[in-house]
């Protein structure tokens, strides 16, 4: 059996009054008790931001490999700049063996980090690792620069919209989020020339590892497929002018698994359609505070935690790093 992925219109929480907020929390909590993803309208985000970095960004692909390599990312643990294909395997996060991702990437954290020793201590990295910036990209720094600001916007409209949902002060996450290291990564997947490794796909079935994700989503064949409770793998839609949302690891194990992180792959376009495969999507990564303690919200009544409190650092860093490199190097 298959399900629908839900769209929910943000407007009544964003301009509404007290009923419209209920709403929009009590939709929101339904779709992440059962699916762990959904799409967002309502949203207040001009189209335009996404459409103008969408065509910057493929300018940037469509260098050289050589050029692109200028920005290469510097270590495994950081997801920052240029990550070829290859050295990425997302599927690894989670323990299982695939080949790699079928994809290339660069990637941006916070830019204009302040001098202070929470940004630039020892426990900040990689969080606060350095943007790396390729020369002769102006449009692609400014359009990447836009679009991060107004996610990290609409960022925190949903995080207040959770906190509403699990019967929390409004700002409970949203606090959380005052020191974010959130992460705009631009996912590239080249049209394959030939066939692809046994068992490899464009990115391989995971689970995101923050709060939650917000992605830019792009039709075109063997793109994003969802799984459903009942193992199913569906397709996610590309709406004009919506966000794909889904549920992370970190917000999961903070709702006491209340709430679903769902796996998610990107497939392996059909080999008739692809010559027309190409396909870009522009993810947001929405990480809080490395030293956010994330403690179970149990529900009332007097549910038991299932998980030990952790920091956000010490849960999300190796479980990264794990997905990343070359693995023959290892």
Not at 198 to 220: F, M, V, W, Y
Not at 246 to 259: A, P, V
Not at 269 to 295: C, H, K, N, T, W
Request: proline share 8%; glycine share 8%; with cysteine.
């Amino acid at each position: 059996m298959t399900q629908d992925i839900p769209v929910i219109d943000l407007a009544p929480f964003r301009e509404g009054g007290a009923a419209g907020r209920q709403r929009v929390a009590a939709q929101v909590a339904e779709a992440w008790e059962t699916l762990g993803f959904l799409v967002v309208s309502g949203h207040g985000i001009a189209p335009a931001e996404g459409a103008d970095l969408h065509a910057a960004a493929l300018e940037f692909f469509d260098l050289p490999l050589d050029e692109k390599l200028k920005v290469r990312r510097p270590r495994n643990d950081q997801n920052r700049g240029y990550i070829p294909y290859g050295e990425e395997t997302l599927a690894r996060m989670h323990g299982n063996v695939t080949p790699p991702d079928f994809k290339e990437v660069f990637a941006i954290g916070p830019d204009d980090v302040p001098d202070d020793p929470y940004f630039t201590g020892p426990l900040a990295y990689p969080d606060f690792a350095p943007n790396l910036w390729p020369a002769g990209q102006d449009a692609l720094k400014a359009r990447m620069k836009t679009y991060y600001g107004s996610m990290t916007a609409l960022a925190r409209l949903l995080a207040r919209i959770y906190a509403c949902a699990l019967d929390l002060p409004e700002g409970f996450f949203a606090d959380r989020l005052d020191r974010h290291s959130c992460q705009l990564r631009l996912l590239h997947y080249p049209a394959p020339e030939g066939e692809l490794a046994p068992g490899q796909l464009r990115c391989g079935a995971h689970s995101d590892l923050g709060l939650t994700t917000i992605l830019r989503n792009e039709a075109a064949p063997g793109g994003l497929e969802v799984r459903t409770p009942g193992g199913d793998w569906v397709a996610a839609p590309a709406i004009p002018d919506t966000y794909i949302v889904n549920l992370g690891d970190l917000m999961m194990r903070w709702s006491n698994d209340r709430w679903r992180s769902t796996a998610h792959r990107v497939a392996v376009p059909p080999a008739d359609q692809r010559a027309r495969s190409r396909r870009l999507s522009i993810g947001f990564f929405v990480v809080p505070e490395y030293d956010a303690m994330v403690e179970c919200i149990t529900a009332k009544g007097g549910a038991v935690a299932k998980y030990p409190p952790i920091t956000v650092r010490d849960y999300r860093t190796n479980r990264f790093a794990a997905g990343a490199g070359v693995q023959a190097a290892e």
